[in-house]
């Protein structure tokens, strides 16, 4: 159903974003996980309503939904920042220095090593383990673009990219 002036608003979207992933998964049984993961993906993150639709539309409880995400670490609650910075901490990134960038980086922003989402929203940083490219350890991803062989300057200058691109969007 369309919005108040015939537009579809983004909760539209979602919606029917998230009912074409249920729809995919209809007919496999025990295909909570899949969904989950394609929910994420479109969404960002999974909300209580997100989770409680799930539920209702896969026959499980809201309990049992929740279970699943909290057992797995790739499945986030909280909303994320408009930029998703995955730093790779698999064993080339490792060997090849991913400690040193992931503290450039968290640094830059101003968030502890940690990780997490700057307050005003814009970037959220996170530990992944290998993400296929070894070959250009050490890397991140930022918005799944990959951005390899690393050192902690190229690493901030990789960000500042980011940040500016923002910037000049605001400046146009
Ligand atoms: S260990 Fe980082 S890409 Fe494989």
């Given at each position: 159903m369309a919005g108040k002036a015939g537009k579809v608003t983004d909760e539209e979207k979602q919606r029917i974003a998230l009912d074409r992933v249920l729809k995919k998964y209809s007919?496999?049984?025990?295909a909570l996980i899949p969904v989950l993961q394609e929910a994420q993906e479109g969404l960002g993150y999974l909300s209580e309503e997100t989770l409680g639709y799930i539920a209702r539309n896969t026959g499980r409880t809201l309990a049992q939904v929740y279970g699943v995400v909290t057992f797995y670490?790739?499945?986030?609650?909280e909303p994320i920042g408009r930029h998703l910075v995955r730093i790779c901490h698999g064993t080339a990134c490792h060997v090849g220095g991913a400690e040193d960038i992931d503290a450039a980086v968290c640094g830059h922003l101003d968030l502890d090593q940690e990780g997490g989402t700057t307050p005003d929203m814009e970037f959220t940083v996170e530990k992944v383990v290998c993400v296929g490219a070894c070959s250009l350890a050490p890397i991140i991803l930022v918005d799944n673009v990959a951005h390899g062989r690393l050192d902690s300057e190229k690493a901030r200058k990789v960000i500042r990219e980011y940040q500016k691109r923002k910037q000049g969007a605001r400046g146009s």
């Open positions: 007919k496999q049984k025990g670490t790739q499945f986030r609650l």
